[in-house]
């Protein structure tokens, strides 16, 4: 399958500790982006790669928040010192430069007790 | 700010019943207004593209239409497959998706 694969798809943690989420993005994809969206509403813009460049970051992207795209291939979306407020579904989608046309991973789903 | 409006938050429509899902948008400059389809515990997949007011796209019992101001989703006679969240996005500086809540979509059969 060569769709845009994410790792693990579910984390439960307690508060305080470290999670770290990897996305493998289509191969021939240069942008990847990160999102997160909570039930019932739509996706929110975290942050975006071109190449191994991280291009934005959304202000609701915290300090304890880092995205990391080693060699423009695979990301890592790392949060510090959890809160229950980061409970929520993390999304990565992968497509060409300047296109709206997203393809979403399945998700990881973060369970903060 | 660009902004995404949907309404209904929620509809529940009988199978074959027909209807119409709403995205108000406010953007400098539109560069694209996108549909996609989420089911339960997955992530959206892409559904339409839209560019300029009067363009239409279809696709199965969908079909999309955009004005100056909003868009439109139409779905004739619905199946119970076409239950999902669907969702709007407007495409900010050509840099990235914006996002509309979305609209939970349950066809009965």
């Known amino acids: 399958d060569t769709g845009v694969s994410q790792d693990p798809r579910h984390k439960i943690t307690k508060r305080g500790q470290n999670v770290t989420f990897r996305c493998d993005p289509i191969s021939e994809h240069n942008r990847l982006y990160w999102y997160r969206q909570t039930l019932g509403q739509g996706p929110e813009f975290l942050t975006y790669f071109q190449n191994e460049a991280q291009l934005e970051k959304s202000r609701l992207l915290s300090d304890r928040f880092s995205a990391e795209r080693p060699k423009g291939s695979f990301s890592t979306l790392e949060i510090q010192r959890t809160e229950q407020g980061d409970s929520a579904m993390y999304l990565c989608?992968?497509?060409?430069?300047?296109?709206?046309?997203?393809?979403f991973g399945e998700g990881s789903r973060l369970t903060v007790l | 700010e660009d902004q995404v409006t949907q309404s209904p938050e929620a509809l529940r429509l009988q199978e074959g019943e027909s209807s119409s899902l709403n995205c108000s948008y406010t953007?400098?400059?539109?560069?694209?207004l996108f549909w996609y389809r989420q089911d339960p515990g997955k992530g959206p997949e892409f559904l339409f593209t839209l560019y300029s007011a009067g363009e239409e796209k279809e696709k199965e019992r969908l079909k999309a239409t955009l004005t100056k101001k909003e868009s439109f989703l139409h779905i004739t006679a619905p199946k119970p497959e076409d239950s999902a969240t669907y969702l709007c996005a407007v495409f900010q500086g050509a840099q990235k998706l914006v996002f509309g809540q979305g609209t939970r979509l349950t066809i009965n059969p």
């Open positions: 989608a992968s497509t060409l430069v300047n296109t709206g046309e997203l393809f």
């Open positions: 953007v400098s400059g539109l560069r694209g």
